[in-house]
């Protein structure tokens, strides 16, 4: 099993609608998490830590849930901008984090 | 914005050639990280360092070497290259607090 996984996708969803994606992670010492956003073409660029206890930021919502051991991330109203892939990173409180292979998100008109 | 640059942003080569990458900082952070990333593989370690002059290997080390002789910079290294070194290369920073990680805009090489 891999150490990060998530489902590559793509996941095609219309302007408007709310889309989720989860990523599972094996190692349950695992300390921090994150979510990333990708651009093609472009370098990954930090969306929002994940905390216990959940946390919003806008349209995103990110939660852990340590007893299935796996985090999510929720995005409402979509736009159009949102189009990215998306890469979970889990770290075990070494200096090297584990980065999942990501999930393909296209908004479409 | 970390204030990470790399150079060269793109560059073409021929295999066997040496081909050196550079990753610059301006903030002082400790750990820097190379990484390669290719379709179906996603964001793979090569080498990552937590200090001047100290280095250890990633994943996919093979074929690579790094020096960081300043904390500014990291080197990146392809002795002799090979066509399946050709990869868009990213360089990251840590940062203390968060443990979060930031990337620089990356290195497009392709290895003919």
């Known amino acids: 099993r891999k150490e990060v996984e998530q489902d590559p996708g793509p996941f095609n969803v219309p302007e408007g609608a709310t889309v989720a994606f989860n990523c599972t992670y094996s190692?349950?010492?695992?300390?921090?998490f994150f979510w990333y956003r990708q651009d093609c073409r472009k370098e990954p660029k930090l969306l929002m830590s994940?905390?216990?206890s959940g946390n919003e930021d806008g349209r995103f919502t990110a939660q852990l849930n340590r007893a299935s051991q796996y985090i999510s991330l929720l995005i409402r109203d979509s736009k159009l901008s949102d189009s990215a892939t998306y890469l979970c990173v889990v770290n075990r409180g070494s200096y090297i984090p584990t980065f999942g292979r990501g999930t393909s998100l296209i908004v479409h008109p | 914005d970390a204030g990470i640059t790399q150079s060269p942003r793109h560059k073409v080569t021929e295999t066997g050639t040496p081909v050196t990458l550079r990753c610059h900082q301006t903030?002082?952070?400790?750990?820097m990280y190379w990484y390669r990333q290719d379709p179906g593989h996603g964001l793979r370690l090569i080498h990552y360092?937590?200090?001047?002059?100290?280095?250890d290997k990633g994943e996919v080390s093979d074929g690579y070497s790094v020096s960081r002789s300043k904390t500014e910079d990291f080197l990146l290294t392809l002795e002799s290259a090979t066509s399946s070194q050709t990869s868009v290369y990213f360089c990251a920073i840590r940062t203390g607090e968060q443990e979060t990680q930031y990337f620089g805009p990356g290195t497009r090489l392709l290895v003919l």
């Open positions: 994940v905390y216990s």
């Open positions: 190692n349950s010492a695992s300390q921090s």
């Open positions: 903030e002082n952070h400790r750990y």
């Open positions: 360092s937590y200090g001047v002059k100290d280095t």
